[in-house]
């Protein structure tokens, strides 16, 4: 197969699990919990105190510098303001609403000026108070993205790929509402002004291919990229090496070649805010692994607790091992099934044993498969063995910070060796190292 960026692998990729419901479920939970912090900077700071009333699509949380807003995604009493679990595995300050299942709504002002007319700080301010972020799990804020992209990119990339094993979320959102992604797009376009828009998508979502091909007349300034597909494609500088050609260079963003990367669920959501103005209360997430009884994608309320979601996909097995926030590659297991979706939350994985586990005796036997898979030409191997040995020097030099996390040198190491754990622990090691 042609291979578009350096190393990557073949996993295997169970999306059928949860791409046979093409009907949304829309939960509706009795209680959401939202954490002050849902996205890359500083924290919001509470707009409501306990007892307040609360509408559907108020903002509830906001503060200064690098942050968005946060907004209550049903109506209802705030019963509490306390730290709560968070899918980070850290106690976040979180606006606890029970919901009185009423969804009265605040008013919203969309935006109906046609696009040639609309400027750039009006968008860019409807996308901030919407509380836009990278919904592809980067959760940075979509505004400052935005903004730090003008006047510096050529190109413009949706990213579609979602190439982690086992979701389906973006894959139902093209397929039900890519209409609305292409709106997104054009709004961005506008603001940007790139040379090039372009969606691309892995070639194993033939039905969401054929729906954005159908789309793709009434807006021709934008182009659909079919990529083979491999793991990690969606990952920024893999994918616009995949379609530019272009290397982003270590430690650099993808504006240093001119590109700007956003998922197509954030597109949506950019279109929701400018056209309808409705914040970023809700999103497309995958409950799908051998453990859940009935995988499936649903729409759902931002702060839904994960245990009212599993429950309405049938409930767990009893074998379950491991839940998991994202995908079986990149994501973070969960220990607490009480900790809510949020914006960034794409996935919720149920998985009976462990996919990558490792071995009990792990032995390295040099045999290189993990730097020929490893995506930022990183030595994973030498990684390893010096963080196992506490030389903080070397795993400055081999540049331990590109690790993405991706896994897939843990994936394809026959000696099972636990990579990705010890690089965390290599980095917290150089981290506190830097401190002192
Ligand atoms: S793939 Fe595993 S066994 Fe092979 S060199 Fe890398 S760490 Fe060692
Ligand atoms: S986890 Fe890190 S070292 Fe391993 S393949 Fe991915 S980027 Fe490379």
Redesign the pocket.
């Known amino acids: 197969m042609k291979h578009l960026f350096f190393g990557g692998i073949h996993p295997k990729y169970n999306k059928e699990m949860s791409t046979g419901i093409t009907e949304f479920l829309t939960v509706t939970p009795k209680t959401v919990v939202i954490p002050l912090q849902q996205h890359i900077g500083a924290p919001c700071t509470p707009l409501v105190r306990v007892g307040d009333r609360v509408l559907r699509g108020q903002k509830i949380g906001d503060g200064e510098g690098l942050c968005v807003p946060v907004h209550a995604s049903v109506s209802g009493t705030v019963v509490a303001i306390e730290p709560r679990p968070h899918t980070n595995g850290r106690m976040v300050n979180a606006i606890v609403i029970e919901n009185d299942m009423r969804d009265d709504t605040v008013e919203l002002k969309g935006n109906t000026t046609p696009l040639a007319q609309l400027d750039d700080d009006t968008i860019l301010h409807a996308v901030r108070e919407a509380g836009i972020v990278g919904m592809g799990g980067a959760a940075f804020p979509g505004n400052v993205k935005a903004l730090s992209a003008m006047g510096h990119v050529d190109t413009l990339i949706a990213n579609a790929c979602e190439c982690e094993p086992y979701i389906t979320a973006d894959d139902s959102l093209l397929r039900t509402d890519a209409k609305h992604v292409l709106e997104g797009m054009e709004i961005l376009r506008h603001v940007l002004r790139p040379e090039r828009a372009v969606l691309a998508v892995e070639d194993n979502k033939t039905e969401a291919i054929a729906k954005v091909k159908q789309l793709l007349q009434e807006h021709p300034d934008i182009e659909l990229v079919v990529l083979p597909t491999m793991y990690p494609q969606g990952s920024e500088k893999q994918l616009i090496q995949a379609v530019t050609r272009r290397e982003v260079l270590p430690g650099k963003l993808p504006v240093s070649v001119g590109c700007a990367v956003f998922n197509v669920s954030t597109f949506a959501a950019i279109y929701r805010a400018v056209r309808l103005g409705m914040p970023l209360i809700q999103r497309i997430v995958t409950v799908s692994g051998e453990a859940i009884a009935q995988p499936q994608n649903f729409i759902v309320r931002i702060g839904t607790p994960f245990h009212d979601l599993i429950e309405v996909a049938g409930g767990l097995h009893d074998a379950t091992e491991r839940v998991i926030s994202g995908g079986p590659m990149m994501g973070f297991a969960q220990s607490d099934l009480q900790v809510p979706v949020v914006k960034a939350t794409n996935s919720i994985l149920c998985l009976l044993k462990d996919r990558n586990g490792a071995a009990e005796n792990p032995v390295?036997?040099?045999?290189?498969?993990?730097v020929a898979v490893c995506p930022m030409r990183l030595q994973?191997?030498y990684m390893?063995r010096f963080t196992n040995a506490g030389r903080i020097d070397e795993l400055k030099r081999l540049n331990i910070f590109d690790c993405m996390e991706c896994g897939s040198?843990a994936f394809?190491?026959?000696?099972k060796?636990p990579?990705v754990e010890t690089f965390r622990k290599g980095k917290a090691m150089v981290r506190e190292a830097n401190a002192k």
């Open positions: 390295c036997l040099r045999c290189g498969k993990c994973p191997l390893y040198c394809t190491c026959p000696g060796l990579l």
